[in-house]
C-alpha cells in the first residue's frame, strides 16, 4: 500500500466519523426544538437561536395539536 492508498484511507475514516458526530448533534438538536416548542417557544425565537430559518424549524417542531 502507497502513502496514497494510506491517506485516502484516513481520509475516509476521518469523513465517516465527522458524518457521525453530526448526525448525533443534529439528532439532539432536532430533539431540543421538539423541547422547546412543547414549552411555548416559537419557530422565530427558535430560529433566532440557531440561526436556521424559522420554516425549518416549524418543520422540525410542528405545533402541537392540542
Known amino acids: 500500500m502507497d502513502a496514497l492508498d494510506m491517506e485516502i484511507q484516513a481520509a475516509a475514516k476521518k469523513r465517516t466519523k465527522a458524518e457521525e458526530a453530526f ?3 443534529d439528532e439532539e438538536l432536532r430533539a431540543l426544538l421538539v423541547k422547546g ?3 411555548g ?3 422565530s425565537e ?3 437561536l440557531t440561526g ?3 420554516e425549518w424549524v416549524a418543520k422540525i417542531a410542528p405545533a402541537s395539536k392540542s
Request: charged letters at 35%.
Open 37 to 39: 416548542r412543547a414549552a
Open 41 to 43: 417557544l416559537g419557530p
Open 23 to 25: 448526525k448525533r448533534a
Open 46 to 48: 427558535m430560529a433566532r
Open 52 to 54: 436556521f430559518t424559522r
